[in-house]
């Protein structure tokens, strides 16, 4: 009857409201250690008084619609709340809010969450069925990369997708960063980059993460596109000048993916063309006029092949006046080596005659010796007058230098007696 008697003094209003929980969003997706808010309204008669408000997360063997109440991650009653959700929830505590805050949000939060309440009322409990998902994204990203073939490798041309994902989920608040070979894409900010028509200028290393932080950047990952040979052209190796006798090398460069596996050069010539050599250079040993003409070269792979551009090789020959140089400047060497072999041989021929003249001292002063010879007895017979010798004797150095001093040669007479 006490019941009966309240209910008859209600307004209409309020006997026609119901009990309800709004969940919004009914699924959240955030990183690993950061905060997730659950955004909750609730309503309830009221003519009731409102006793406890709870959040619970059912067990993994429990019924996952609400039913059944599990872990208790917030409860007005303190001491019922699970030791793992102790000072990690705020609670809003405002009229018809039930909006929940959690910290340092881990894999084991991963599941549903209910927001319950209770009145005054013997039958005033309400749970609010859907509840909210929260998922944990497990950091650090990765790309996927996701086209329209199976298990095939990427042409030229075909539509790719590269995702930017992490483990479980992927959030979608925060502003994305994409680099490709580590340099940043500035018109990629989303967490997924298409490329419609993808081309060889898309080849290359790809990574993502979250803009302005390092912490959850993503492992690079190839976008391998194949494609034909591109950019195929000549390059010239040499040691000097394109000059008769000189040694050259020519070589056939290209971007191809897979690599180039053949390729072929050719000359033309007086208005045919033949093919000379079949890899990647094409070397001259002593270049002649003979090698005159124009090469290109042909680059093929798996997925086509490309022609270079026309080289024009003219082999030149070098100026009579730098032959004459070089021969005038042969001539002159030869001429001093010759000059310089016959001063040598004159040489060794005057040098033995040098020796022998300074061996004999030369006589400067003549020095007469007269002797008066004495007769003998067989000379008296035949000769009545006396007889005389002239001796000449070299000086020696000592006496050339007082020789200075005399006047005339010495004369020394001396008288010979017979016996």
Request: glycine content about 4%.
């Amino acid at each position: 009857m006490f019941f009966i008697s309240i209910l008859l003094q209600l307004p209409l209003s309020a006997l026609l409201a119901s009990w309800s929980v709004s969940y919004k969003p009914s699924s959240i997706c955030v990183f690993e250690r950061s905060s997730v808010d659950f955004t909750c309204s609730f309503q309830y008669p009221s003519y009731q008084t409102l006793k406890i408000t709870k959040w619970f997360k059912p067990r993994e063997y429990q019924k996952q619609d609400g039913s059944q109440e599990g872990i208790f991650v917030y409860n007005s009653k303190v001491a019922e709340i699970d030791q793992r959700y102790r000072n990690r929830t705020v609670y809003a505590k405002q009229d018809n809010n039930c909006s929940l805050q959690l910290h340092n949000v881990s894999k084991s939060d991963i599941g549903k969450y209910f927001f319950r309440l209770e009145t005054n009322f013997l039958n005033g409990k309400y749970t609010g069925s859907g509840g909210i998902y929260l998922s944990v994204a497990v950091l650090p990203f990765r790309v996927t990369v996701k086209t329209q073939k199976v298990n095939g490798s990427i042409h030229e041309g075909d539509s790719v997708t590269l995702r930017c994902s992490t483990e479980n989920c992927t959030p979608k608040q925060g502003v994305f960063a994409w680099f490709k070979n580590q340099r940043l894409l500035p018109q990629a900010t989303g967490n997924e980059l298409q490329i419609s028509s993808v081309s060889h200028n898309d080849f290359g290393n790809y990574s993502c993460g979250l803009k302005n932080s390092s912490t959850t950047s993503a492992d690079e990952i190839l976008l391998d596109v194949r494609y034909s040979p591109k950019n195929v052209e000549i390059t010239i190796l040499t040691s000097g000048k394109i000059e008769q006798g000189n040694s050259l090398t020519l070589i056939c460069h290209s971007k191809a993916n897979p690599a180039v596996k053949n390729y072929t050069w050719f000359r033309i010539r007086d208005a045919n063309i033949s093919s000379i050599a079949f890899d990647s250079e094409f070397s001259i040993i002593a270049a002649s006029q003979k090698d005159d003409g124009q090469y290109f070269c042909t680059a093929k792979n798996d997925m086509g092949s490309q022609n270079s551009t026309i080289m024009v090789l003219k082999v030149e020959v070098p100026s009579s006046r730098h032959f004459l140089l070089t021969t005038t400047a042969v001539l002159f060497f030869v001429i001093a080596v010759l000059l310089v072999l016959f001063g040598l041989v004159r040489r060794k021929r005057i040098t033995p005659k040098k020796h022998s003249t300074e061996q004999t001292p030369a006589v400067t002063v003549t020095e007469a010796i007269y002797e008066n010879l004495r007769k003998s007895p067989e000379s008296e017979e035949n000769h009545t007058s006396p007889i005389y010798a002239a001796v000449k004797l070299p000086w020696s150095t000592s006496e050339r230098l007082c020789s200075n001093s005399q006047e005339g040669d010495a004369v020394i007479y001396s008288l010979l007696k017979s016996e």
